[in-house]
Nanobody, 113 residues
Framework: QVQLVESGGGLVQPGGSLRLSCVVS????????MHWVRQAPGKGLEWVAH????????SYSSPVKGRFTISKDNSKNTLYLQMNTLNAEDTAVYYC??????WGQGTQVTVSP
């Protein structure tokens, strides 16, 4: 049974940082490409970042490039999203997904003074 469980969200001030985690089971991150996707209040889904199965290739959406870093720990079967220099436009529910678009339940990130 495939499961993806996100954590690490919360309330942070503008300019702050958070690290999201996505612990997976039922498959291994070492053999799957992985995504982070977000949904801001009242808006549609927005793709954020992708990490190749090898871990050697990353890609980011324009709004987060240079501020967010996607990574994984194969030994922990866990995907991460390091988010720096956060701003109000980053407020959203953040989801991890595997290359087959199986999703977690999401974790809320709120950026506010």
């Amino acid at each position: 049974q495939v499961q993806l469980v996100e954590s690490g969200g919360g309330l942070v001030q503008p300019g702050g940082s958070l690290r999201l985690s996505c612990v997976v089971s039922g498959f291994t991150v070492s053999t799957y490409g992985m995504h982070w996707v977000r949904q801001a209040p009242g808006k549609g889904l927005e793709w954020v970042a992708h990490l190749s199965s090898s871990g050697g290739f990353t890609s980011y959406s324009s709004p987060v490039k240079g501020r967010f870093t996607i990574s994984k720990d194969n030994s922990k079967n866990t995907l991460y999203l390091q988010m720096n220099t956060l701003n109000a436009e980053d407020t959203a529910v953040y989801y991890c997904a595997n290359q087959g678009w199986e999703w977690g339940q999401g974790t809320q990130v709120t950026v506010s003074p």
